[in-house]
């Protein structure tokens, strides 16, 4: 069984909103001296059941666009802060290990809202693609987002 505390260290937003302004990447872009706005990624269309793949080479902002992504459904407030969950996958152990992470969140949190899930770092955990399809074929992710 996956330990919640896990899920609350990488989102404290669910706990109070404006923890998004304290996230490293959100305050690292707010610093930088020309900022880059993402906004093929800020603008994408995100729909219920969508599953989007962002690639990239490393260190290029892909992390950071997707911690403004959250941010800004967070200042919109279109989403509540627990429909906003961010994963980093860089310890998830395999197909199994991603699947039983997912299925623990919706566990958690119990609801039946759209959800907008952030897997960074996903292609670090060895089938992720077969999990994903597993958990769309098997009808888990028909109010989220990807």
């Known amino acids: ?3 919640y505390k896990y899920f609350l260290i990488q989102n404290p937003w669910w706990l ?4 998004i302004e304290k996230d490293d990447k959100v305050v690292e872009h707010a610093r930088a001296r020309y900022p880059y706005t993402p906004e093929d990624i800020l603008g994408l269309p995100l729909g219920k059941g969508d599953v989007h793949v962002i690639t990239g080479p490393r260190q290029t902002g892909k992390s950071t666009a997707l ?7 967070i200042d919109r407030g279109t989403l509540p802060p627990r429909s906003l969950v961010y994963f980093g996958c860089d310890a998830v152990d395999g197909a199994q290990g991603l699947i039983d992470l997912i299925l623990a969140y919706q566990e958690f949190t119990a609801t039946q ?5 952030i897997l960074d770092e996903v292609s670090s955990v060895d089938h992720w693609p077969q999990a994903i399809k597993w958990l769309v074929d098997a009808g888990r992710m028909k109010q989220t987002t990807m």
């Open 113 to 117: 809202e759209a959800t907008l899930m």
């Open 67 to 73: 911690k403004l992504l959250i941010k800004k459904y």
């Open 16 to 19: 109070q909103k404006q923890a």
């Open 1 to 3: 069984m996956i330990d």
